[in-house]
């Protein structure tokens, strides 16, 4: 613990005393990563199609992929689920127009996003 006294130097009476006590580390989490490898959003820029390679450490079910644009407005939302291994995800840009988007996928223990552009 460290203890700290505080006083007024023209009038050393007036004081103030505190202690801050500082506990030991009971034990350390480990925090093991969902996905050990993401890829970036294949082929950039996209015209109909575009990929995303995960390897995940564990079985997902029902992660959620959503695109993005670059205003902040979510354009589109699916569901996907992930086996152990290495996974490619489908993105479907034929129905968005030109422009930056943001593919980001979401699970209850990981969030990753990936920026990418359609040309058309």
Same mark, same amino acid.
């Given at each position: 613990?460290?203890?700290?006294?505080?006083?007024?130097?023209?009038?050393?009476?007036?004081?103030?005393?505190?202690?801050?006590?500082?506990?030991?580390?009971?034990?350390?989490?480990?925090?093991?990563? #969902?996905? %050990?490898? @993401? &890829?970036?959003? $294949?082929?950039?820029?996209?015209?109909? =199609?575009?990929?995303?390679? !995960?390897? *995940?450490?564990?079985?997902?079910?029902?992660?959620?992929?959503?695109?993005?644009?670059? #205003?902040? %407005?979510? @354009? &589109?939302?699916? $569901?996907?689920?992930?086996?152990?291994? =290495?996974?490619?995800?489908? !993105?479907? *840009?034929?129905?968005?127009?030109?422009?930056?988007?943001?593919?980001?996928?979401?699970?209850?223990?990981?969030?990753?996003?990936?920026?990418?552009?359609?040309?058309?």
């Amino acid at each position: 613990h460290v203890r700290y006294q505080i006083y007024d130097q023209n009038n050393p009476s007036d004081l103030f005393t505190f202690t801050i006590y500082y506990n030991d580390a009971v034990s350390v989490k480990e925090n093991t990563q #969902l996905f %050990s490898s @993401v &890829s970036a959003v $294949y082929p950039n820029p996209a015209i109909n =199609k575009a990929h995303i390679n !995960i390897v *995940s450490s564990e079985t997902v079910d029902n992660a959620s992929l959503s695109i993005t644009n670059s #205003l902040g %407005s979510v @354009v &589109s939302t699916k $569901y996907i689920d992930l086996s152990a291994g =290495k996974n490619t995800v489908a !993105i479907d *840009s034929e129905s968005l127009s030109s422009g930056i988007y943001f593919a980001t996928i979401t699970s209850n223990k990981t969030k990753i996003v990936k920026k990418f552009t359609v040309n058309k």
